[in-house]
């Protein structure tokens, strides 16, 4: 028996094997929770399968938190745990619940109402990507999606370069897979030639990317297709 939490569960991304990146204490975790807070119903199941082939899904109940979920439904979603002392996971559609993600609002009302949140340990992308970049761990900003039209975009994209360059601090950021090459080709449009840039595509996966070079460099070098991968850049001076 698992003790009574709100429970935050990694999951992979891609075909990547469970095994790979997740401890075995996950699926521990895991095999003891029947009630879920959820992205997506569809992934959530299939990575509970990818964990366990005998897991008992059609004994669960899911909630959905997705885009088109009411958030004034969320409180009541940690009833089970409120109540009866039930433990509840958290699973986002990829990576880590509550970062860039609507489970931060589930762990804020866990958090008022005084309950028990435990974070699991799983790949962090944002923390991968730093050490893989080559651009300095020492101070670093995750400043999550940027705006999506291109004249603020680029704005916002100057301001964080400024701050790069006059305090050294990288700045991390992300976009929807599907807009990846247009926040690429923003970065060329918008940087200075000398603005170090790293992309961190589909970490942990098969397929994984990680490269970092200048700006000017960039220019001249294509960029593999991103178009459903999920991906990090990274700037620096």
Partial sequence: MIQSALYLIPVTLGETPVEQVLPPYNR??????RHFIVEDIRSARRF???????????DCTFYEMGKHADEKLFSQYL????????PIGVISEAGCPAVADPGADIVAIAQRDGLRVVPLVGPNSMIMAVMSSGLGGQSFAFNGYLPVEPADRAKRLKALETRAWTEGQTQLFIETPYRNQK???????SLRPQTRLCVAAGITTADEYIRTLRISEWKGTK???LSKVPAIFLINK
């Fill in 28 to 33: 521990e975790v895991i095999m003891g929770i």
């Fill in 48 to 58: 509970l399968r990818k964990t366990d082939r005998e897991f008992p899904i059609d």
């Fill in 183 to 189: 926040m690429f080709q923003s970065l060329l449009a």
């Fill in 79 to 86: 009833q089970p745990l409120r109540k009866e002392g039930k």
């Fill in 223 to 225: 960029l593999p297709d």
